[in-house]
């Protein structure tokens, strides 16, 4: 009954949103994989909040595929709204494909290892056992986005040719399809990225977040894409994302809330 009610009274705000002239918008979204599956499942609750709709597409922060949001907006696609990684966003500003002064940090994102469900999770909690994991892996696979430009750029370096010889950059696809498949032994991604591909019906298990000093935790920020046509509803969903109702599903997918590390900053 209760729950008969509740639609009631969504389809009635609804309606008098539209009576009142205020009417639903779609708004055009565009993600990187870390918020992707969070996106994608607070999409419904605002969508029934509001009455607007979401169309959600998903991109890289950034790497050399043609599918990355920088690719895309370079290319004349347009979007209300962007969410990637905070240093890319900065760029896509100074660009002029983002609005100055938009950009709202969203989540702190860490990087995950990853094994085929069911088998065996190496121990990964020390420098040591971590530098182990690599060196005797007899495949690797990483994103072609911000955590896997890090460890090639600043992890795989260390161990010389030996790592980079069995390293495979994922371009276009999760690095959790390899994986799952047995297509490659252990795997690297954002935790958020990860945890969308375990549990009962997954195809992998997240080992956990890499150690100190590889560590590197990304800030991803969303931002106005420029020549927005529902900036009014843009910054209704912005208001949306960054509200504590949220933080306990962003905290499931293995994010966490900026607006909670920036206020412990602010205590210190």
Do not use: C
């Not at 090639?152 to 690095?175: T, Y």
């Amino acid at each position: 009954m209760l729950k008969f009610f509740s639609k009631v009274t969504s389809v009635v705000g609804i309606s008098l949103l539209v009576v009142l002239g205020l009417q639903a918008a779609t708004i055009e979204v565009i993600s990187s994989g870390a918020f992707y599956a969070t996106m994608n499942e607070l999409k419904p609750a605002f969508e029934e909040k509001t009455g607007h709709t979401i169309h959600l597409s998903s991109g890289s922060s950034m790497g050399a595929s043609e599918t990355s949001i920088p690719h895309r907006l370079k290319r004349g696609e347009t979007f209300d709204l962007i969410i990637l990684a905070s240093n890319q966003l900065d760029k896509m500003i100074d660009d002029g494909f983002a609005i100055k002064g938009s950009r709202v940090d969203l989540v702190h994102s860490s990087i995950g290892m990853m094994v085929k469900k069911g088998q065996p999770k190496p121990d990964i909690s020390t420098q040591e056992k971590f530098d182990k994991v690599l060196v005797d892996a007899k495949s690797i696979g990483y994103s072609a986005s911000a955590s896997g430009t890090h460890l090639s750029e600043n992890v795989f370096p260390h161990f010389g040719e030996e790592v980079k010889a069995k390293s495979k950059l994922i371009v276009g696809d999760r690095v959790a399809t390899w994986v799952g498949r047995g297509d490659l032994e252990i795997g690297f991604q954002q935790v958020s990225e990860i945890v969308p591909f375990t549990g009962e019906n997954g195809s992998v298990d997240l080992v956990g977040p890499i150690p100190a000093p590889y560590q590197k935790v990304t800030v991803f920020s969303i931002g106005v894409a420029k020549g927005s046509k529902e900036p009014s509803a843009a910054q209704e969903l912005v208001g949306f994302l960054t509200s504590e109702e949220n933080y306990p599903r962003l905290v499931a997918q293995g994010l966490v809330p900026a607006a909670t590390t920036h206020a412990i900053a602010k205590e210190k």
